[in-house]
């Protein structure tokens, strides 16, 4: 997973494409929306036609972001791993 990723959910975007395994486990589910490689234009379209249909997946990627993706809460999870295996 980049940082792309976390940083296109904080900026509030509506992510198109597929998600890395990394981030569907952080997050809990799948929080970008798959192409569609059969008629991809149209796909954003669509999107771009209807923007409050897709806000509540962008609120909900936001908000999960901000309970895993914060770096506060990263360093600590990192520190609790780094103590499980004995580093310090």
């Known amino acids: 997973m980049t940082q792309r990723y976390l ?4 900026s509030g975007c509506l992510v198109l494409g597929q998600a890395p395994p990394e ?5 809990g589910f799948n ?5 569609d490689w059969s008629d991809p234009v149209q ?4 999107i771009l036609d ?3 249909r897709w806000q ?4 909900r990627a936001l908000s999960r972001l901000q309970e ?4 506060s ?14 580093l310090l």
């Open 7 to 10: 940083e296109s959910m904080a």
């Open 23 to 27: 981030l569907v486990s952080l997050m």
């Open 31 to 35: 929080p970008v929306v798959e192409i």
């Open 43 to 46: 796909q954003v379209l669509d």
């Open 50 to 52: 209807s923007p409050s």
């Open 56 to 59: 509540p997946a962008v609120d």
């Open 68 to 71: 895993v993706g914060d770096w």
């Open 73 to 86: 809460v990263r360093v600590r999870a990192a520190l609790e791993r780094i103590h499980i295996i004995g």
